[in-house]
């Protein structure tokens, strides 16, 4: 190729009408003659009009766009809520429940850690736990099994069992659980002012409620009174397989520990005590579960119950369950945040209708599926 | 009148061999003498690097340039437009036009801004729920530190105070699940638009871009005198904007191992487990907060053209720089 140099030397005289542009580099005045300003001054405010045209344009689009985005955060500030959750976020909650369902089936297994990493589980939420269950007292109740007549533990009312507790019923916090507002002493710690005061009030007004049932309330699942089922000791459930899990217990606040677990299945318990058809002739897609005197509760699926880590749990560490932490018998599912994980479950229910779950009142996912 | 056309500067331009058109011959010129002092040695080894075709463009495609492929809609041409009548048409202005962002990247990029904030806000909802410091489980995991010891917390009381944090968790569910689609959607639009379009090649590094990198910030750091040359973006905005999309990347592929750490249990094991996931995912987290202040900084000093091109897609330039729509012309 030649040197450009040299070939724009010819060509530049019939450019010399191009001025050097003032913003850019100079080029030298001998290509350049004089032309009149006036005129190069209207070509480039020409340009100029047509790039104002397009800025008026473009930003009231943007505008619009704008008053458009806000709009849809005001739709979803202001709808109606369900379970304390606007509309439209409950909504996802459950396309994204229904989405992982059809993706992953439930049926993958946790990652299971050797023994040595396992740690003591923090006590964290205790509702149904404050008072001191005797331990003789307990039993599992357990409803919506095939053909229950049929089994010795069988009774017409297994909501007539009284569990009895080594103490009154206690209405001081046990513990700090920080999934919800704390207690006033808690929260001047490091909540805003306009917390502390509601909470002052509050607590004013209406005394120390236990925080369970001041905050979720009663469960719409429970039982109603004479309804017929099993009654199941201990050694009911001991009479199943022993499993031992070493998997991870994960907390919707974040934390999570390796937890050496051991137990009998919850497979294990349904396939001893089979579940009845439902009225419309099809098997209980649901388990509902809570606490002696149902101050917590959860639903479950049927299809995550059958899992096969998913265990009734008697033992953590090798030692057998503090009150605290469930004793005598909790669940652990480690495809679900440990909020679905009860602690001293006192009832198992085979259910059609997707039963009430403590948390989800709270407006946590009733799916909470990991 | 008489448009003569100049290669660009970039390789790519030189290699594809099609020329952008419509350059003024003294602009044009002037262009390349400034373009010869930047070739770099094997452009010009190849007897390709510089050259100059003297091709006669006719006079409506020569105001292209003024906006390129669309002037006959626009008529930002003088004695084409009915409020400059007086104008002659042989007067060409020193300015134009360029088509800087398109439509879909500009609607993309605004969509991302409140999206992204919405999650990295709802995030911090959340995140409060494991920063329990006063009280007997300080978190293991957002923290600087080696060992048992920690340099630093994240995040101190007061900050969280400040940002109205405490107990709005659930609503930072809400926000983070239902958000997550709307950012991981666009975000994978953007991708796949750069793909087809071929404005990829504006953003993704080359072996230069480093080297550029280093240069432009001695100079936003008033050490060094001068610029590499550049098209779209130079070489510190190609390895910021590249980037900040591998990031957006990250962001789903962590959050998935955190939100599935069961299901999808091979990804949060390949990213080292669970708690780490999170850590990479509040570190990018962090990251996001970095780039968003260094580019609005950025965005600030380039000014109000630099700005409005982002709304409007259009940049006033001087008519003897690179024009951008040439260059995508060239991608064929």
């Known amino acids: 190729m030649t040197d450009p140099d040299n070939e724009l030397t010819g060509a530049a005289q019939q450019a010399s009408r191009q001025p050097a542009p003032e913003t850019a580099k100079p080029v030298s005045s001998e290509v350049t003659p004089p032309i009149a300003p006036a005129e190069q001054d209207a070509a480039d405010a020409a340009v100029l009009r047509e790039s104002r045209k397009h800025t008026r344009r473009s930003f009231a689009i943007a505008a619009v766009g704008a008053a458009a985005g806000y709009g849809i955060y005001q739709w979803i500030d202001h709808s109606q809520r369900l379970s304390m959750q606007p509309m439209p976020f409950r909504r996802a909650f459950q396309a994204n429940a229904k989405l992982s369902r059809a993706i992953f089936d439930d049926r993958a297994l946790a990652p299971a850690y050797p023994l040595k990493r396992a740690e003591d589980l923090r006590v964290n939420g205790v509702y149904g736990l404050k008072q001191t269950l005797v331990p003789e007292s307990w039993r599992l109740q357990l409803t919506g099994v095939a053909d229950a007549r049929s089994y010795p533990q069988y009774v017409t009312a297994v909501t007539a069992w009284e569990y009895r507790y080594a103490d009154v019923k206690s209405h001081e916090d046990q513990g700090h659980d920080t999934k919800v507002a704390p207690s006033a002493d808690t929260a001047e710690k490091m909540a805003p002012e306009s ?104 639903g479950y699926d049927m299809k995550v119950c059958m899992h096969p880590q998913t265990l009734l749990v008697t033992e953590m560490g090798g030692s057998p369950l503090t009150q605290f932490h469930g004793a005598p018998l909790r669940l652990h599912a480690p495809t679900k945040y440990g909020y679905k994980q009860i602690k001293r479950i006192g009832l198992i229910a085979y259910t059609g209708q997707q039963p009430d779950d403590y948390w989800t009142k709270l407006g946590y996912d009733w799916y909470a599926g990991l | 009148m008489l448009s003569l056309v100049h290669r660009p500067s970039m390789d790519e331009r030189e290699d594809n061999g099609r020329p952008a058109h419509g350059q003024p011959l003294a602009e044009a010129k002037n262009a390349i003498s400034q373009t010869s002092n930047l070739q770099n040695t094997s452009s010009q080894a190849d007897g390709e690097g510089i050259s100059l075709d003297p091709v006669a463009q006719p006079l409506a495609k020569s105001t292209d340039t003024l906006l390129e492929g669309n002037s006959a809609t626009l008529s930002a041409v003088p004695g084409d ?153 130079n070489g510190a905005q190609k390895i910021a904007y590249t980037s900040v999309i591998v990031m957006g990347m990250g962001s789903l592929i962590t959050g998935l191992a955190i939100y599935k750490p069961t299901q999808a249990h091979w990804v949060t094991t390949l990213l080292g487990g669970y708690e780490m996931a999170r850590w990479e995912h509040f570190l990018l987290t962090m990251g996001f907060c970095g780039f968003f202040l260094i580019h609005v900084t950025q965005v600030v000093l380039a000014g109000w053209n630099n700005f409005r091109s982002m709304v409007s897609g259009l940049e006033v330039k001087p008519v003897e720089e690179p024009s951008l729509e040439a260059e995508r012309r060239s991608w064929g």
């Open chain 1, 195 to 298: 917390m502390v005061a509601a909470e002052k009030i509050r607590q004013e007004r209406a005394g120390r409620m236990p925080r369970g049932l001041e905050e979720a309330g009663r469960s719409r699942s429970t039982l109603d009174p004479g309804t017929p089922g099993l009654l199941l000791t201990m050694d009911d459930i001991l009479k199943l397989p022993k499993h031992d899990l070493v998997t991870q217990f994960k907390c919707i606040e974040g934390w999570s520990q390796i937890v050496h677990w051991s137990g009998v299945r919850l497979a294990d318990l349904i396939a001893a005590y089979p579940p009845a058809k439902g009225v419309d002739g099809r098997l209980p897609r649901y388990v509902y579960m809570e606490t002696p005197n149902g101050d917590y509760y959860v």
């Open chain 2, 81 to 233: 437009t009915p409020t400059a009548p007086a104008e002659t048409p042989l007067v060409s202005p020193r300015i134009r036009l360029d088509k800087k962002h398109p439509l879909a990247i500009r609607w993309m990029h605004w969509i991302n801004f409140p999206v992204l904030f919405t999650m990295i806000w709802s995030g911090l909802l959340i995140y409060w729920n494991d920063s329990d410091n006063a009280y007997k489980h300080p978190h293991a995991v957002y923290r600087i530190g080696v060992g048992p010891f920690t340099l630093v917390r994240f995040f101190p009381e007061w900050f969280w105070k400040a940002m109205n944090a405490p107990y709005h968790v659930t609503q930072g569910l809400g926000y983070h699940f239902f958000f997550m689609w709307v950012f991981a959607i666009n975000g994978i639009l953007y991708v796949l638009f750069t793909i087809f379009s071929g404005e990829w090649s504006f953003v993704v590094p080359d072996r230069k871009s480093l080297k550029e990198a280093i240069q432009v910030t001695l100079k936003d750091f008033h050490l060094s005198k001068t610029l590499p040359p550049q098209t779209k973006y």
